[in-house]
């Protein structure tokens, strides 16, 4: 049965910002491109303003919190409800004894630590990507519309619209059924162009340039945030020595999957992504961003 969007209903932008952005040197975040000079992120806050979200959360470190808040926050605060979350290091789910450590905990944590400024049905995304318009309207219909907390949804992008020509990506390859729904995710860290094709490193293996990936663009229910309560009590039991160990939340979905706990409607994206992975990939945005302009796009930002 169709379900009617309800225009009413509160959704939230969560923006994961706290990443260290060690292979592009530095505070990605916060990296000025374009030809209007703003961060991708301004993009993504545009989009999701126009698409309907009424809240955004940014997902921080204290340790740039006012540079992050004068260089993007202010103008979110202009065209949302604003509220900032710190991804604390020593703050742990189910109040398990922090671990001394340098690396973030993952984008599970991140999420995690929103969970208290967080009520209603919500996206999740990452600070340094472009995911274009198409994608906030999409998932902003569909949380909209969804009337069922077991019941997430899921940007799919083409691969290999989501390369980078300056190394290789970290991907979520989505499995799918004929509906749509999502089989499985897993987590790739090393898929690059090999000639004419497209391999997944690790294994050597092919993959189809058609197959949809997760670049980080979910929408949830609330539920997720026991869940990753749950999930990350084994985590820290099994992991927490590992310096460099993470819990990502393409696994935590699919553990909830591999359950039957939740389902996953992947909503194709037919848009390019992209983003700054490498600071080679700087000039790819810059002349991306300067095409946009040349269309009479995000003239207004």
Known sequence: ??????????????????????????????????PRKKTLLHYSIHDAARAGFDKIVFIIRDSFARE?????????????????????MNRLPGGLPPVEREKPWGTAHAIWSAREE????????????????????????FLSANDDERLFGLAGYRLASTLSENGSVARGVCSVDDDHFLRRVIETPRIARDGDEIR???????????????????????????EIE????????????????????????????????????????????????????TGLVNDALEAFERQGLYTDL
């Not at 993007?72 to 991804?87: I, L, N, P, S």
């Not at 049905?121 to 998932?139: C, M, R, S, T, W």
């Not at 749950?230 to 020595?241: G, N, S």
Request: some cysteine.
């Open 1 to 34: 049965m169709h379900m009617k969007t309800d225009k009413n209903k509160k959704t939230t932008l969560l923006v994961m910002a706290a990443g260290l952005g060690s292979r592009f040197g530095g505070l990605k975040q916060l990296a000025l491109l374009g």
């Open 68 to 88: 992050f808040r004068d260089a993007v926050g202010k103008e979110a605060e202009e065209k949302a409800e604003t509220r900032y979350c710190f991804q604390d």
């Open 118 to 141: 967080i009520d209603g049905p919500f996206i999740a995304i990452n600070a340094d990507d472009f995911y274009g318009q198409e994608a906030f309207v999409k998932l902003h219909e």
């Open 200 to 226: 997944d490193l690790a294994s050597g293996i092919a993959l189809d340039p058609d197959t949809p990936v997760s670049m980080n663009f979910w929408g949830f229910t609330p539920l997720l945030f026991d």
């Open 230 to 281: 749950r999930q990350f009590a084994d985590f820290y039991r099994e992991r927490r020595l590992d310096p460099k160990a993470e819990m990502y939340i393409p696994g935590v979905v699919d553990k909830m999957l591999g359950r039957g706990e939740v389902r996953v409607k992947v909503l194709d994206i037919a848009a390019r992504w992209f983003g700054v992975t490498y600071k080679e990939d």
